[in-house]
């Protein structure tokens, strides 16, 4: 069994933050550079499909459908699920307000900061939780359901997935770095449990010692 992860193409939102104050999140388009990063990437993602039949779970956000749409993926199903959106900040921001709470959220902790109107990082490690179950059954007791599996969502999101996946504790995941825009990660089923083909960027040392390898050492 293999799990695709893949982040989308830029969108507006990346390059410009005020994007958000005026068009909805889940309708801002890629960016004529992310249409390319998505072109450009479907090679590579056909390629760790082969020749497999593949089940595709996109956000249901524009930009992740449009990535999909620009792999030229051939899949046995496409589920748009709600569960992959991104991380909810609250409708429309204002400019002044979301700039107090990216500090905020900063000082406090991305996991576990509530966004007003909106989530926090551990909303939506509920959701995804919710998300992976349902997933894991299908690919292990469903028989029709393709044992390849493409999700297309967003790098918080992403993240999250694989920290539910691999147990991570908070701190480690505050510590790691979302994926780059159309980048990949690959997840296998040894039999025993799941192998992430390479670890995320780590832009510190998780303060309880923890690694993408395991545990601390007691």
């Known amino acids: 069994?293999?799990?695709?992860?893949?982040?989308?193409?830029?969108?507006?939102?990346?390059?410009?933050?005020?994007?958000?104050?005026?068009?909805?999140?889940?309708?801002?388009?890629?960016?004529p550079l992310g249409?390319?990063?998505?072109?450009?990437?479907?090679?590579?993602?056909?390629?760790?499909?082969?020749?497999?039949?593949?089940?595709?779970?996109?956000s249901p956000y524009k930009r992740t459908r449009r990535t999909l749409e620009l792999l030229e993926?051939?899949?046995?199903?496409?589920?748009?699920?709600?569960?992959?959106r991104e991380q909810d900040w609250g409708n429309l921001q204002d400019p002044v307000q979301q700039e107090m709470l990216k500090h905020q959220?900063?000082?406090?902790?991305?996991?576990?900061?509530?966004?007003?109107?909106?989530?926090?990082?551990?909303?939506?490690?509920?959701?995804?939780?919710?998300?992976l179950s349902e997933l894991q059954v299908r690919l292990l007791l469903e028989e029709p359901h393709p044992k390849t599996v493409l999700i297309v969502s967003h790098g918080l999101t992403i993240r999250l997935l694989c920290r539910r996946l691999f147990a991570w504790s908070v701190d480690l995941f505050e510590s790691l770095s979302n994926l780059d825009?159309?980048?990949?990660?690959?997840?296998?089923?040894?039999?025993s449990a799941w192998k992430l083909d390479r670890p995320f960027v780590q832009w510190r040392d998780s303060p309880d010692g923890a690694t993408q390898l395991g545990p601390p050492v007691p």
């Open 1 to 31: 069994m293999r799990i695709i992860l893949l982040r989308h193409g830029q969108s507006l939102g990346n390059v410009d933050e005020l994007a958000y104050c005026r068009v909805p999140d889940h309708a801002l388009p890629l960016t």
């Open 73 to 84: 993926v051939s899949a046995e199903r496409i589920v748009a699920e709600p569960r992959l």
């Open 181 to 191: 825009t159309c980048e990949t990660r690959v997840l296998d089923w040894d039999g």
């Open 35 to 58: 249409e390319r990063q998505a072109r450009a990437v479907g090679p590579q993602v056909r390629a760790l499909i082969g020749s497999s039949p593949v089940a595709v779970y996109v």
């Open 105 to 131: 959220r900063h000082a406090f902790g991305h996991f576990f900061f509530r966004l007003p109107n909106g989530e926090s990082g551990a909303d939506v490690d509920d959701r995804i939780a919710a998300f």
